[in-house]
Structures are given as C-alpha cells and as structure tokens.
C-alpha cells in the first residue's frame, strides 16, 4: 500500500480543451502526479447532463483522454479511466441522493444558474453534485485540483461524506478542493470566465491560425491605459516582470501587443499540439481505457461492499 495521499479529478468531456482548463486544473495536476496517488477520469454521465449527441459524445471523451496525455500526465503512474465503464458511480449517486435533501442541493451555483437563465433543468443537473461526490469519494480522495468554479461540488462532496459516516459508521474519507489561487478563474477573450459555453476560449491545441484569430478577437475597451482583456491572459505565460515594460513600451498599441500574445501563447501551445499529433495516431487509447476501468472497478467494488453492507442492501 502506497503511503502517498491521493488526488482525482476530472474534465467533462463536452467540448474542445482551452487554456482556462489547462492553468486552473491540468497543470496543477501534472505538477502534482508524483506527488500524490493520482487519479484522472472522464465523466460520461457528467456530460450527459447537457449533451445529447453519442458521437460528439464519444469523440469528446477522445478529446479529454489524448489531452490529459499531451500535457503531460503520464499513464504508468497516473490511472486514468471513463466514468462510464464502473456502474460503482451511478449506483453510489443514488445512496447519496436517499441521504442529502432537496434544499440542500437547491444551493448548488451550477443549478441556480440554470433556472436563473430560465433553462429546462434536468433533474440530472440538479442532481449533478451527487454523481460528483461518489467519483471523489469511491477513491478514498485526499485531495481534488480544480479550478475555483468546482469548490462548491467539493463540499457538497464532503458534507455528504460527512452525513453517511454519520448515519452509518465510517467508510469515507473527507475531500479538499486544492485551487491554485493566481489562476482560480481565467479569464476569456470578452473578460468573462473562459468557459465552453461562453465561446470564448482559446483552445488548448489550437493551430497558429486559430491563436491569431481569437487573440485578435479579443475585446480591448481599456479604461485605463493597458488593455486589460491581453494582459490578463498574457499574465498566464509571463510574469509582470516581464509583460510591463513591453506594455508600457507598446502603450495605445493593441496590435503590437496582441502579435506579441500570439508568438507567446504559440511557442507555450506548439509543442503540446505536436505530441497531441503524435499520440492520436499511434496512442492505443481504447487499451488504456479498458485497462484502467479495469483497475478502477476494483478498487470502486471494494469500497461498495462496505457501503452495501453499512446501509443494508444486498
Ligand atoms: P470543465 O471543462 O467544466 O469540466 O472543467 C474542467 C476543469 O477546468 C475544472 O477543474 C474547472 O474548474 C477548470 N476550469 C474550467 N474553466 C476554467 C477557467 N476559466 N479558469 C480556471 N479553471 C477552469
Ligand atoms: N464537475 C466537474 C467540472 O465540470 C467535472 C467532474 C465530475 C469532477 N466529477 C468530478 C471534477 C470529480 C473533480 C472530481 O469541471
């Protein structure tokens, strides 16, 4: 048994990968892989919750799994599985559901912002914390990386953990989100969070072309006499030790600024989209998919036989 405390976590697969996921979850973690007992999954039925198409689905799940080795997460000592082939999570999301209330789970941000928006809400994405917390807790997870968006999931994780070892006797371990706090939340090119449902994100292997597109894109209606908007991505490559003297050089110049963001985010993105080439053809990802689900149902069987016999089902 490994002495080391243990990390997971997990991207949806719902869209292309962007550099908001890269600084505040995946960098992080691959930083953080010897470290810890690392774990990395693909939440199927998290994506489920809004997507509905089975080939988008499976090809954003393709998407997840070669980006979490391109930049760097290595599969000989990180395992990395599907959510979808251990039935352990769903089955766990129910006991969770019979044990946590209504109003509790009313004060989920990603749900309220949903009937805010006056969207059809699925009782999946009400429910959505629940699924979350059997990924973290199933592992025995000490620690989780996320960005500052997935706190509150985190701690709907762990006062669920908290409830059931109350009600039945010890069988979780309580979970911390672990955020990095310069890059909790990274900005997009309107200024809003970068997000997948913004569009407005950079891709995390965008081609040259497609770096050159957003960046100019970016909105620039600086109050003051930086454009906030490309130093604030800028600031994610270099320090301001770095940036300032050219910001101040190239003042009321957004142009020279913004060519000088593309040769930066290219040289920082291009060698990730080169091994991202690579490993898509020669890569044997369905073999690493089966073969850590494989892994990753057993150690999830056991911590259900306990949980079973706590609660007093077969
Ligand atoms: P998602 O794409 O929503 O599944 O997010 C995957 C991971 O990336 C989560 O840990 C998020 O918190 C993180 N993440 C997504 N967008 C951002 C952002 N704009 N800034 C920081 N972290 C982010
Ligand atoms: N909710 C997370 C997100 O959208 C994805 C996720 C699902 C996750 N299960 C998880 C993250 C467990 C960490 C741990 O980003």
Known sequence: MSSKKKMLS???????????????MMKQSVLLQD????TFFIPDYHALTTLHDPLMLKGFVKEVILGYLSVGLDPKKVLLFRQSDVQEHTELAWIFNCIMTV?????????KDAEAKGEEVTVGTFDYPMLMAADI?????????????QKQHVEFARDTAEKFNRLFGAAFKLPEARIMEEVA???GIDGRKMSKSYNNYIPLFASREEIADKVMAIVTDSKGTRPENVY????????????????EENEGNYKALKEALVEDLDAFIAPMRERRKKLEVEYDIDGLLREGGERAQ?????????????????
């Open 137 to 149: 807790l199933l592992y025995d997870t000490d620690v989780v990386p996320v960005g500052q968006d």
């Open 103 to 111: 109003s509790y789970l009313s004060r989920g941000h990603a749900y």
């Open 232 to 247: 604030a991505i800028h600031r994610l490559l270099k320090d301001a030790s770095a940036l300032d003297p050219l910001y």
């Open 35 to 38: 470290e810890f007992e690392s």
């Open 298 to 314: 057993e150690i999830a069987s056991a911590k259900m036989s306990d949980v079973r016999a706590k609660i007093g089902v077969r």
């Open 10 to 24: 997990g991207i949806k697969p719902t869209g292309l990968l962007h550099i908001g996921n890269y600084f505040g």
């Open 185 to 187: 939340t990274v900005p």
